[in-house]
């Protein structure tokens, strides 16, 4: 029973590097979340999707796009990678009003 | 938009009482989560409250008084294992279900 699962769970990147971070669930759910988790920050909304093919801004969606090609993937995308974006990533599904199911984070260093 | 404060970290023993206090401000109120985090840990869902009252799960209890837009988590018969990060979270008032989370409370369980 995977769950959330995310990759990669480390990486570090240089300035201006691009990278995509994968997000697959198991449980059938419509809706997915990309989050980022700094230091006394708590958990901040980048992207979300409603569903196969929507995509939708959360509170922090500078420098980020995402895709939701197929209803079980979620991916987020950094196109040109800035040291503000060091920071933990967590994915979560739901089905709208269900509690998140979170993935296990990636942990993302820009140097 | 919608914001929320908890404390920044509570300590306790082992055995004893804790309550996390939460306050928040939200132009639509749809219900008040909690979530635990252990370090390097992803959240998990622990309790959700959408009318006034308590909620109880074993050791973990919950509260809300939509009022006072204020809600608290009580954990009982505190263990070792309960040290972690614990966040409240409400639901937004835009068409579609996403949280907004509060920065978090460290709670520190000492023998």
């Known amino acids: 029973n995977a769950g959330v699962t995310q990759t990669p769970k480390f990486r570090v990147l240089k300035t201006g590097q691009s990278m995509t971070l994968l997000c697959a669930q198991d449980?059938?759910?419509?809706?997915m979340y990309w989050y980022r988790q700094d230091p006394g920050m708590g958990l901040r909304l980048i992207h979300y999707?409603?569903?196969?093919?929507?995509?939708a801004k959360g509170e922090v969606p500078d420098g980020y796009n995402v895709s939701r090609l197929k209803k079980q993937n979620f991916l987020l995308g950094l196109e040109s990678a800035a040291p503000s974006q060091t920071s933990v990533y967590f994915c979560?599904?739901?089905?709208?009003?269900?509690?998140?199911?979170f993935g296990n984070g990636t942990r993302l260093t820009v140097t | 938009g919608q914001s929320l404060e908890q404390p920044s970290e509570v300590t306790a023993v082992e055995g004893a009482i804790v309550q996390i206090n939460c306050t928040y401000q939200?132009?639509?109120?749809?219900?008040l989560s909690w979530y635990q985090q252990h370090d390097g840990g992803a959240p998990t869902f622990l309790s959700y409250?959408?009318?006034?009252g308590l909620e109880e799960t074993g050791r973990f209890s919950s509260f809300l008084s939509r009022s006072d837009s204020y809600g608290y988590l009580l954990l009982q018969e505190l263990q070792m294992k309960d040290s972690a990060s614990y966040f409240c979270?409400?639901?937004?008032?835009?068409?579609?279900?996403?949280?907004?989370f509060g920065k978090g409370t460290m709670l520190l369980v000492s023998p």
């Open positions: 979560a599904s739901n089905n709208g009003v269900s509690p998140l199911h």
């Open positions: 449980m059938n759910h419509e809706y």
């Open positions: 999707s409603v569903g196969e093919g929507t995509t």
């Open positions: 939200t132009s639509g109120f749809y219900g």
């Open positions: 409250n959408a009318l006034d």
């Open positions: 979270a409400v639901r937004s008032s835009s068409g579609y279900s996403t949280l907004t």
